[in-house]
């Protein structure tokens, strides 16, 4: 693009770099909802824009500009790009083995890694082990990384990775991008990048340019020229929305106010603080709810085929199973702990976009049935929301035996009764989904059961919860007993869930394999566990004659 | 004494009944369920029922058969393996187990009474459920370390794991039968129980008498075999060398009851013998082509073709009946032909022929554009050929007018997508090793065998081609979003077999499993998965009763605890 936008490039440059974050905001804002066409569906331009500079930068915004500015000048002013510290390198022994001259910074400029000879190399022994199909370890994950944000950020450069307009020639159903743009099209791009540069122009002299043209006048140029509607304008809007408004996290902060008021509530006998905190996790709950259904509406199928997305399912059954038992039971903590659990899934699938993405991807070929996904992957991963919580009330019931066990023995027997409920809730749910899932198997496979780790760990965990159950019905254990079993149980869920698909990595559902928090995840399990030996040898100490 | 008795039985029968009510009426009902399912498919599998569409849908998916090609041997293996047998082990072990310990286990050795109660105890059955996650758990760790096949042998199919589900059956009916006269709190406790054992009777059945294999055919191809897990050597011998007959054919399991040296497996041929004697799970095959002295062995040429488009470097031998070996690069087609090539005018190809001078390769490029000859000539080894097509080059690497391959195979301790099992065989003092699908022959004096080591193939009885095969991409990606294969079937009839959408024939269910592209991403091939399945009814009707029991338990929670509560009272 920088051929036809010489002239203003010089200013941009100036903008870019010297004027306020919010600068040119109205044109932004409608550069937005540009839609175009990446991994193989049509999104708006921002999400495209969020995803690449979360690739390359590690964030979603550069230096409080939005993503889309930024991304937006990668082309049109790729020379001063070239010259900044963008691309973030943050496995340290890479950043070691590169040799680069600033070793503290975690960003690198692009010239100085594409010119890197060793860079180079190590994508070449890259490329050597994806031939061999070699399992990576976390070094040449991060070389693979470094490899597709070089990669993306050059088609940026040239123009090739924004692709804008079907094209009407050819019988494929790729788009051009705006480097390869022909004809009557191409006109417009160029207008549109001309009022980008005007808004800007604009802004630096520090006054306010109504946009000159508008994404809505580009895509009915493109619309006319195409004869026809090209993309579902209401499905990006739906898209954009969600950006926007970050259902998901407003939905969290309401989890947690429910959860204060209700621990208030827990040591009061007024019932408007009661019904106060049953408003906010309502709240929540619709917000949490609206945020899954634009989900739907945008991809329109069941958005449950990532981490992410399930955190955010089992997130929302955890609560709604909540809902039930505490209108049964009237217990309380029943609603705090599944609070808790909703927040605190919300705002880990918030904060940690490279291990939870966010980005909404195309289902693999094997999984295009909405029948079963709703069936099979919906059911176990919302029973894993009903041991979500019965875990959270379980350790809620480990604080208070260890505060006095005596002292709370009615609380901690109304814990333990709801911990039995949601386990067997969870175990109803998991058996289906997991017996589902070898009816889907048999008739997309040709076998029901072929211990598939993924199938063979949901079964374990299966396994643990039915053993907590038998446990409990013959009486071998007590009310503390199911809690501390309640809380250990859940490592299981966490292995099936979390572990098989990013540790351990083999099997036949290998397109939910994700890297990155191993540790994270590993050190949290471990301290839980440690956690309950320290209650239990507590207890156990103190109860002896 | 005698006569007393005789007076007493009929009231002593009457009160039997009588505080037996329940329990008679479980029985009925579970009588009815059995035979009401059973007579169905009987009446359906006969013909006395009009085979109604969904009617014909269940009993093909549930069993795998259609109807017109079950014979009545069919019809009586299903019988005696879906409700005979079931039915008759199941009365049979709770009668014995009723008798002899709920009525007079008083005259049995204490031991014997301890080890009933252990073994009806809720302790032994959360042990064996634990047991039953550790070691599926190890199986998962195996199949991330090495690879599904070996997890499989050495955890998921031994037997300490059927050790360990032959127990959790056991105690599942003893735990039913020590609870007979069940009571309607039982109704969750029981149905979930038989399930389970169902389940597991069902996967017996697939294991032992059902089919799972996978055919891959390329386009165009056709095939009559399935391709099956197991593993089968065999022995073909011939005088003259153009007519072979089998001499041996067995099936084997290397893995599990290995060979070596001092114990090799021998197959007696008269009086000489071939014995494996080695077996090696994870081999990369190597194959070095050297010149031969053999005036019949056909020529090689290693060749490196490179343009800014594509590039590859690979061995061309023809072999000594196909005559032809190529690379496809996608817009162009590298060809070397023993002798005479007829281009069909369709694709873009360097066509190489060995050269009447000795040392030297012709080489012709035909152009699909232009329907022509465009260049042509004559190269020998460290050459390099400017194709004239694109910016393609062509460089000769190494070159014999007679070659012969040598292969070995070189063990590796774990697997990857190249690696496959291996045997070493010997014949009269001469060692060879043979991978998995291939064969070695060994010469005497008079006559040549062939040593094959392949999966089984299984005869399907009838011809099944692959007409089409297509890939759905999403939009501007290489991302496939369905896969199809369009097949014809032996007698002309014709379908499309896609993902979750598999095709049924003559017992035999075809899915599309995966498919094969070229370097330019161009399909070639197309992969199904093939089975049989006997046990799926009883694996569908077990998950049915678990999740029924399971369900129900929240009905019959307070029930349970009571009774429980008692037990430990007492």
């Not at chain 2, 000859?373 to 460089?395: E, H, N, P, Q, Y």
């Not at chain 2, 045997?423 to 010469?443: A, M, Q």
């Not at chain 2, 499993?513 to 091939?525: I, M, R, T």
């Given at each position: 693009m920088k051929y036809s936008l010489l002239k203003y490039s010089l200013l941009i440059v100036a903008c870019m770099f010297l004027s306020p974050p919010s600068f040119a905001s109205d044109m932004i804002d409608g550069l937005k909802s540009l839609p175009v066409q990446d991994a193989g569906r049509i999104k708006p331009f921002e999400s495209l824009a969020r995803e690449s500079l979360q690739l390359i930068y590690g964030r979603q915004t550069y230096k409080k500009r939005s993503a889309a500015e930024v991304v937006f000048t990668w082309m049109i002013v790729p020379d001063e790009w070239d010259k900044t510290p963008l691309v973030e390198v943050s496995h340290a022994g890479l950043r070691d083995s590169l040799k680069l001259t600033d070793k503290k910074n975690k960003h690198f400029t692009p010239i100085e890694l594409m010119g890197s000879d060793r860079v180079g190399l190590h994508i070449s022994e890259l490329k050597l082990k994806q031939s061999r199909k070699e399992k990576l370890d976390s070094f040449y994950q991060a070389v693979k990384r470094l490899n597709s944000q070089l990669n993306l950020y050059h088609a940026f450069k040239l123009g090739i990775a924004v692709r804008v307009a079907p094209n009407k020639e050819s019988s494929d159903t790729s788009w051009t991008p705006v480097g390869q743009l022909k004809g009557a099209p191409k006109e417009a791009f160029k207008k549109l990048t001309e009022g980008f540069a005007q808004s800007v122009l604009a802004s630096v002299k520090g006054g306010v340019a109504e946009p000159t043209y508008t994404v809505e006048d580009f895509t009915e140029a493109i619309t006319s020229y195409n004869e026809g509607e090209y993309f579902d304008a209401s499905r990006v809007k739906a898209e954009l929305w969600l950006h926007k408004f970050e259902p998901f996290q407003k939905a969290a902060l309401f989890y947690l106010l429910s959860m204060f008021v209700m621990a208030i509530a827990y040591f009061s006998e007024k019932k408007w603080i009661y019904r106060t905190a049953w408003g906010f996790v309502i709240l929540g709950f619709l917000l949490h709810t609206c945020g899954f259904l634009v989900r739907v509406y945008i991809v329109q199928r069941p958005p449950v085929s990532n981490m992410y997305e399930t955190v955010i399912w089992a997130a929302w059954g955890t609560v709604f199973f909540s809902f039930i038992l505490e209108f049964l039971y009237k217990k309380k903590i029943i609603l705090m702990a599944a609070a808790f659990v909703a927040a605190g899934c919300l705002l880990m699938a918030s904060l940690a976009p490279t291990v939870l993405d966010p980005s909404l991807q195309p289902l693999e070929a094997v999984l295009r049935s909405t029948f079963w996904l709703v069936t099979h992957v919906m059911l176990i991963v919302i029973s894993y929301g009903a041991f979500f919580l019965a875990w959270a009330i379980g350790n809620l019931n480990l604080v208070t035996t260890l505060i006095g066990e005596e002292k709370y023995k009615q609380q901690i027997k109304d814990g333990s009764q709801a911990i039995y409920r949601s386990v067997q809730i969870g175990v109803v749910l998991l058996a289906l989904g997991t017996i589902l899932g070898g009816v889907w198997a048999d008739y997309s496979w040709g076998r029901f059961w072929g211990w598939d780790p993924k199938e063979t760990w949901a079964l374990i965990a299966l396994l643990g919860y039915l053993a907590v159950l038998h446990a409990k019905v013959a009486g071998l254990i007590k009310n503390f007993g199911l809690s501390a079993s309640a809380v250990a149980a859940f490592s299981l869920v966490i292995m099936a869930w979390y572990g098989v698909n990013f540790w351990l990595g083999a099997g036949l559902h290998s397109y939910g394999f994700g890297a990155g928090g191993i540790e994270k995840v590993a050190i949290v399990v471990i301290i839980q566990l440690l956690f309950v030996l320290f209650v239990a040898g507590a207890r156990y100490i103190r109860n002896k004659p | 004494m005698l006569l007393n008795t005789c007076k007493q039985t009929p009231n002593k029968l009457m009160k039997l009944i009588n505080n037996n009510v329940e329990t008679l009426l479980w029985a009925i009902c579970i009588f009815i369920f059995f035979s009401t399912i059973s007579a169905f498919v009987f009446a359906l599998q006969a013909g006395v029922i009009a085979p109604t569409e969904w009617s014909k849908t269940l009993l093909s998916s549930l069993y795998g058969y259609q109807k017109g090609v079950v014979s009545t041997v069919d019809i009586a293996k299903i019988l005696f393996t879906h409700v005979l047998f079931p039915v008759l082990i199941s009365i049979a072990v709770g009668v014995i187990f009723y008798y002899v310990?709920?009525?007079?286990?008083?005259?049995?050795?204490?031991?014997?009474?301890?080890?009933?109660?252990?073994?009806?105890?809720?302790?032994?059955?959360?042990?064996?459920?634990?047991?039953?996650?550790?070691?599926?758990?190890?199986?998962?760790?195996?199949?991330?370390?090495?690879?599904?096949?070996?997890?499989?042998?050495?955890?998921?199919?031994?037997?300490?794991?059927?050790?360990?589900?032959?127990?959790?059956?056991?105690?599942?009916?003893?735990?039913?039968?020590?609870?007979?006269?069940?009571?309607?709190?039982?109704?969750p406790f029981v149905l979930a129980h038989i399930g389970i054992v169902t389940t597991l009777y069902g996967s017996v059945l697939t294991k032992y008498f059902g089919v799972d294999g996978s055919i891959i055919f390329g386009i165009g191809q056709t095939q009559r075999h399935i391709t099956h897990f197991t593993e089968d050597v065999m022995v073909y011998s011939s005088f003259d060398g153009s007519k072979y007959a089998l001499l041996d054919q067995r099936r084997v399991d290397f893995f599990n009851s290995r060979p070596s040296r001092e114990r090799p497996y021998s197959i007696p041929l008269g009086e000489k013998k071939i014995e494996v004697i080695e077996y090696q799970n994870y081999t990369i095959r190597n194959s070095k082509i050297t010149s031969s002295l053999e005036n019949a062995a056909p020529p090689a040429v290693r060749v490196q073709i490179e343009g800014s488009r594509a590039r590859a470097t690979k061995w061309l031998m023809p072999g000594r009946n196909k005559g032809v070996d190529k690379i496809s690069l996608g817009p162009l087609e590298l060809v070397f032909a023993k002798d005479v090539y007829l281009w069909d005018g369709k694709s873009n190809i360097i066509l190489m022929t060995p050269s009447r001078q000795k040392a030297?390769?012709?080489?012709?490029?035909?152009?699909?554009?232009?329907?022509?000859?465009?260049?042509?000539?004559?190269?020998?080894?460290?050459?390099?050929?400017?194709?004239?097509?694109?910016?393609?080059?062509?460089?000769?690497?190494?070159?014999?007018?007679?070659?012969?391959?040598?292969?070995?195979?070189?063990?590796?301790?774990?697997?990857?997508?190249?690696?496959?099992?291996?045997?070493?065989?010997?014949?009269?003092?001469?060692?060879?090793?043979?991978?998995?699908?291939?064969?070695?022959?060994?010469?005497?004096?008079?006559?040549?065998?062939?040593?094959?080591?392949?999966?089984?193939?299984?005869?399907?009885?009838?011809?099944?081609?692959?007409?089409?095969?297509?890939?759905?991409?999403?939009?501007?990606?290489?991302?496939?979003?369905?896969?199809?294969?369009?097949?014809?079937?032996?007698?002309?009839?014709?379908?499309?077999?896609?993902?979750?959408?598999?095709?049924?024939?003559?017992?035999?269910?075809?899915?599309?499993?995966?498919?094969?592209?070229?370097?330019?991403?161009?399909?070639?091939?197309?992969?199904?998965?093939v089975n049989r399945d006997p046990g799926r009814f009883l694996k569908y009707l077990g998950s049915f009763l678990i999740i029924l029991g399971t369900i129900m338990l929240f009905y019959f929670k307070k029930a349970m605890i009571k009774v429980n509560r008692i037990k430990n009272e007492i």
């Open positions: - | 310990f709920r009525r007079i286990k008083k005259r049995y050795p204490k031991w014997f009474n301890r080890l009933f109660k252990l073994l009806i105890s809720v302790k032994l059955a959360v042990v064996i459920i634990i047991i039953m996650g550790v070691v599926a758990a190890v199986g998962t760790f195996v199949e991330a370390k090495y690879d599904a096949k070996l997890a499989s042998r050495l955890v998921y199919q031994s037997l300490y794991m059927h050790g360990v589900l032959g127990l959790l059956c056991v105690q599942l009916i003893l735990v039913m039968v020590d609870r007979w006269p069940w009571k309607r709190h039982h109704l030297f390769i012709d080489y012709k490029v035909f152009s699909k554009s232009r329907q022509k000859l465009i260049a042509s000539g004559k190269a020998k080894v460290g050459d390099v050929v400017d194709t004239g097509f694109m910016d393609f080059k062509l460089r000769i690497i190494n070159y014999f007018l007679n070659a012969s391959e040598v292969v070995t195979y070189e063990p590796r301790e774990y697997p990857n997508d190249f690696t496959t099992p291996a045997v070493l065989v010997r014949f009269n003092e001469k060692e060879s090793w043979v991978g998995l699908n291939s064969v070695v022959k060994f010469f005497t004096d008079s006559e040549v065998f062939i040593f094959s080591y392949a999966n089984t193939r299984l005869n399907m009885g009838f011809d099944m081609t692959l007409n089409k095969f297509r890939v759905g991409r999403y939009q501007g990606t290489m991302k496939a979003m369905s896969y199809e294969s369009d097949i014809t079937i032996q007698g002309g009839q014709q379908a499309t077999i896609s993902m979750n959408d598999p095709f049924k024939q003559k017992g035999f269910t075809f899915y599309q499993a995966s498919f094969e592209q070229d370097d330019s991403g161009k399909p070639v091939a197309s992969i199904l998965s």
